[in-house]
């Protein structure tokens, strides 16, 4: 198992297989994916070494993320080869289930087995103005589907904006009262590119807290390497809350996560200030041994916590390049 210097281990690889999106939220990508004439992502045989490692490595959770990954027109294949390790326990990924109301079985039966949409709002017109995409009732149905299908873990990730959706938590505590999913609230994080809208639209996760403490929600004792959401149950409802709050103190000591940007970099830190080129070592199958190598080394770098309550964003411009 990889471990770092500070006993944190990393059972857990996000995996940005594009940083292409077709959608344009604004607090993301608000002029939509702009082609920058060299895109060139992991390739299926690329990402295979690279996985083949990690797993080795004592990785057991894939999560393929982007830009949108679903994009990618070899997204199935690259689940179903990830998927069919068998050290691959959770095979998960993030979408903002453009396709998923279509695609859930397929995705379902390549071996995908959870999966986080992302819905900010619940009503059409703020989910539009969001997103860029009148397209609520499309992801929300395509939610369905996935349950329909079989997904056990659903996830709903919400980005708390000041103003725009904090007036929404009883809305989502209704769609929970008999969805068996996972809604977790994700506190807006500053980027490179985004400063002006983070000053305007940031709110702290205890104005959800607040909210579910009042309505007799329960917060859930944190097991053991469960990473750093920290989640609501209540009797009455089937589904559940989470907030993740990377503004929050000791956010960084639950961190159980490493990342590989579209292009094969290895991201020790979301808000790290070093991107690590991977890429050159997952050529050939005989260079395995040497990346774990590097990975190992690598570790040793991964400071106790980012440096975001101070302005340092590091050098991530948006989630879409390293994948959230
Ligand atoms: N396109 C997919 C999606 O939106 O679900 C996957 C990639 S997206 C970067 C992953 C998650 O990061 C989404 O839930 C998105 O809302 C969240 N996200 C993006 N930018 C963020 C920011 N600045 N602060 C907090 N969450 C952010
Ligand atoms: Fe695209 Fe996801 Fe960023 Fe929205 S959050 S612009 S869907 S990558």
């Known amino acids: 198992m990889l471990v770092d210097n500070f006993n944190r281990s990393f059972p857990y690889l996000r995996l940005s297989i594009t940083e292409v999106c077709n959608f344009s939220c604004q607090y993301c990508l608000p002029n939509g994916y702009q082609k920058t004439g060299k895109e060139h992502f992991l390739r299926i045989d690329e990402i295979n070494r690279l996985v083949d490692a990690f797993v080795e490595l004592g990785v057991w959770k894939i999560r393929l993320t982007g830009g949108e990954p679903t994009i990618r027109k070899d997204f199935t294949e690259i689940a179903q080869m990830i998927a069919s390790k068998p050290q691959v326990e959770t095979m998960a990924f993030t979408t903002n289930g453009y396709r998923l109301k279509d695609r859930a079985q397929e995705w ?25 995409h009148n397209r609520m009732q499309e992801v929300r149905d395509g939610i369905d589907k996935a349950l329909e299908v079989g997904f056990e873990k659903v996830k709903i990730n919400v980005v708390l904006l000041k103003g725009v959706n904090d007036d ?147 050098i991530m411009t948006n989630l879409s390049s390293t994948g959230g």
């Open 108 to 132: 379902y039966d390549a071996g995908l087995n959870a999966i986080n949409i992302s819905i900010d709002s619940l009503n059409a017109k703020n989910f539009h103005q969001i997103t860029g």
């Open 168 to 314: 929404e938590v009883d809305q989502y505590l209704a769609y929970v009262k008999d969805t068996p999913v996972s809604v977790r609230y994700i506190e807006l994080m500053q980027t490179g590119d985004n400063l002006t809208y983070f000053n305007k639209f940031h709110l702290s996760a205890d104005h959800v807290k607040d909210q579910l403490v009042d309505r007799g929600w329960v917060e859930n004792i944190r097991t053991p390497g469960a990473g750093p959401a920290v989640n609501f149950t209540h009797s009455d409802y089937a589904g559940s809350v989470g907030l993740i709050a990377p503004y929050s103190k000791d956010f960084c000591t639950a961190c159980n996560r490493l990342r590989i940007t579209s292009t094969g970099d290895l991201r020790l830190c979301l808000f790290g200030n070093v991107g690590i080129p991977l890429r050159h070592m997952l050529q050939d199958d005989d260079q395995k041994e040497s990346l774990k190598a590097a990975i190992r080394k690598q570790l040793e770098f991964k400071a106790s916590s980012h440096f975001l309550a101070m302005g340092d964003t590091g």
